[in-house]
């Protein structure tokens, strides 16, 4: 079905499953460690996906800021914590977006940089997806295979065949037999402790504003250009979309968000075209939100990982077709550069390492490919 520029068809909703491998292992993790209550976590993310996706008409996906949320599952943040987080998170995002600063880095940022942020998240996404993979080395082979076969298939698209695969394994086994039925839940309101923003920054927030400028806004941005070339979307954009998302979401339950490159990647991978594929992946966020909280954390928990490592594994290896374009000569330097110091330390600091070696490098041929 088309309704104006969106389309609601078994192939977006292939593509909305597709960045589900973002989503799963910090919901858990912030649902079971930190106490974030499930209605509130979805139901926020679920609302996110569906603005989104009617602002700007293409798949554009919402996830969870992973630095902060790897600190705050590691060190069990208390609730009042993680959602003053998110607003701390949000008001940082509008202050880049509203001033320009955001702009003004993604404009000195070159290409070779951009480039080697996308190879470096596609090397730990496929990382990952191999450390997933071997949790059941069988069911991860047959899910690779799955994926290569129907990926494009209008009928049975991969990511569908493979969630349903997954639910079913979970029938099989007797993982869903325990779990609470269906029962109605709505997003708590929930706190803001000021007294936190200090610990917040100094924990994990201030390490949290690079990569996400380097992942979920620039790079996010040039993936776009690159998948619907006569489209744009702002890093501005993307950066107030962020502050927006997170001044709100605190306060009703949600957990810190943020857009990226990866997720982006794996939705297109999977068939996403349209908004059509937020307003469906935010529904049944939703709909999972409202009616299973009392279930969700041990319904994703028992999910086998080998499916979703497959997943990540494949949209890993598709992200480093995007260094084609690149030139042998001083410009795979940067490129080089950034990719060890993302692998080595983190994209953040990769970032920065790709960055000042681009501008070190002698002579001005090489500045050509910089974002003016």
């Not at 290569?148 to 569908?160: D, G, H, K, V």
């Not at 325990?178 to 709505?186: D, E, P, R």
């Not at 990569?211 to 619907?228: G, M, Q, R």
């Not at 950034?338 to 970032?351: I, R």
Request: charged residues 10%.
């Amino acid at each position: 079905m088309k309704i104006g520029s969106f389309e609601f068809n078994l192939r977006e909703l292939a593509g909305s499953l597709g960045d589900f491998g973002t989503l799963l292992p910090l919901a858990i993790g912030y649902i079971t460690v930190c106490k974030l209550n499930p209605a509130g976590l979805l139901v926020m993310m679920g609302l996110a996906n569906i603005a989104t996706g009617l602002v700007y008409r293409l798949p554009m996906p919402i996830e969870p800021m992973k630095v902060l949320a790897v600190v705050a599952i590691a060190q069990a943040w208390t609730l009042e914590k993680v959602y003053t987080s998110g607003l701390v998170m949000g008001i940082v995002w509008l202050a880049m977006g509203a001033t320009g600063v955001m702009d003004f880095v993604a404009r000195w940022t070159p290409r070779s940089v951009i480039r080697g942020i996308q190879l470096s998240l596609g090397a730990l996404l496929a990382v990952e997806g191999i450390k997933m993979v071997s949790t059941w080395w069988f069911l991860g082979a047959a899910a690779i295979l799955v994926v290569l076969l129907l990926r494009r298939s209008r009928y049975a698209p991969a990511s569908i065949v493979l969630v349903i695969g997954g639910i079913v394994i979970m029938a099989v086994r007797g993982q869903l037999a325990g779990m609470c039925g269906i029962s109605i839940s709505l997003p708590p309101l929930t706190m803001i402790d000021l007294r936190e923003v200090w610990p917040v920054l100094r924990d994990a927030g201030l390490a949290q504003i690079p990569l996400t400028a380097t992942n979920a806004v620039i790079a996010t941005s040039a993936l776009i250009a690159e998948y619907w070339p006569t489209r744009r979307v702002t890093n501005r954009q993307l950066a107030v979309n962020m502050g927006v998302m997170n001044v709100i979401a605190p306060f009703f339950g949600g957990m810190p968000l943020c857009h990226g490159a990866g997720g982006l990647a794996g939705q297109y991978y999977f068939g996403a075209r349209t908004g059509g594929t937020n307003i469906i992946e935010g529904t049944i966020e939703v709909a999972m939100g409202v009616l299973l909280a009392g279930s969700i954390a041990a319904i994703f928990a028992a999910f086998p990982m080998a499916i979703v490592g497959a997943m990540m594994l494949l949209v890993g290896t598709e992200m480093v077709k995007f260094a084609r374009d690149l030139r042998f000569n001083r410009q795979l330097i940067p490129v080089a550069a950034t990719l060890v110091g993302s692998l080595v330390v983190n994209m953040a600091v990769g970032f920065a390492v790709g960055l000042a070696i681009y501008y070190l490098l002698p002579g001005k041929e090489h500045h050509e490919d910089a974002q003016r």
